[in-house]
């Protein structure tokens, strides 16, 4: 009898184990993915449309459409730039004076505009700078059109390539975490079917296995959940600028994921694989 119940507390250590470690590659796959999100987004956000004012255009005038323009959904952050500080930035890198030769500053009031990650595309910045050029104020509104498409483009191929792989390791884990459950069943179908031939029911016969089940998820699920978070905080000590790209939202996020699906698929897995195995005539069980 001792034997058996030390047989039976082995096989629930290991199952935590392997459960914790496939939930850990789980919680991996979850934070990658929102990260890469968030990295896309940075990256579409720092994208800049310039947009050139008129010659006679004032600082007043400057100042005000850059509040209007500030209130557009479009817009993420503004910077404004002076006449003399676009002419200090072309002498910082050309290294000539054109005001040298033609007597005065060739430069207009303008302003660099960043804009919110999904109108970050060339669709969007179409019509964006119509709206924009339709200001009396505005002379020119400038970006880099090939540079947008090509971004995009990239963009969606790693999500798409990273979305493929995460789906494949979710299959893996699922099946890893399936095949565990499905052993520590299988060593007590006899018991199983011994249960069922003195009259037990189906759901007593289900109840011990779904209740151990249950508890090997949550503890398999805040192990892995801790030893996550430590990695992240790690993380966050070795280079402070992950944190950026990791927020705490994205952090409860993974950790919510791996909690949930710990403890759904084990008990699921462990539903399944006693009503398999209650479902299985004596002659079936060697």
Known sequence: MRKKHSSWQW??????ISTTMVL???????????????????????????VVLQDDASTQDAKKLMTELSQKAYVNEIEYISSEQALNEQIEAMGLDPTEFLGTNPFSISMELKMKADYACNDSLLWISKELSESKLVSDVMYQKDLVDNLNENLQRVSLILLV???LLIIVSLSLINNTVRLSVYSRRFIIHTMKLVGAKWSF?????????????????????AILLGTIHWAFKYDAA????????????????????????TVLCTYLSVTHYLNMRESDLH
């Open 11 to 16: 096989q629930a250590l290991t199952s935590t």
């Open 24 to 50: 850990v590659l789980l919680g991996l796959v979850v934070i990658f993915v929102l990260t890469a999100k968030k990295l896309s987004e940075s990256v579409r956000e720092n994208l800049t449309v310039t």
């Open 165 to 167: 792989f995460a789906g």
């Open 205 to 225: 016969i289900r109840r011990p296995f779904l209740v151990r089940s249950f508890w090997i998820g949550i503890l398999s699920a805040v192990l892995a959940d």
């Open 242 to 265: 992950i944190r950026q790209y990791v927020p705490m939202t994205n952090i409860a996020i993974m950790a919510g994921c791996v909690l949930i699906f710990g403890l759904v698929i």
